[in-house]
């Protein structure tokens, strides 16, 4: 499902992926390539504080979100289908 929201924030993720990582790195295999993006994302999900999220790492700015929606009778559920993408499962707690 898309959404006019999430796009620009989808557009503003590849530039720094791009600019960030594609531009600076020369790889000679896939295998170092996919190496490096992990160790990337790990940093970029993990470590690196966003500007959008109040300059908190998107880690921290999603345990909140869990944390308020579970407090609200909420549960949501992060389930890995394969190795890109996540599904959301939502339980309504009584």
Request: charged content about 30%.
């Amino acid at each position: 499902m898309t959404s006019p929201e999430r796009n620009p924030n989808i557009k503003r993720f590849f530039r720094t992926l791009k600019e960030e990582f594609v531009k600076l790195h020369e790889f000679i295999a896939y295998g170092l390539f996919f190496k490096k993006l992990d160790e990337f994302m790990k940093e970029y999900n993990w470590i690196r504080s966003h500007q959008s999220l109040g300059y908190i790492p998107t880690s921290k700015f999603y345990k909140e979100i869990l944390r308020n929606n579970a407090s609200r009778g909420l549960l949501v559920v992060e389930v890995q289908i394969n190795r890109d993408q996540y599904s959301y499962l939502k339980f309504q707690l009584f």
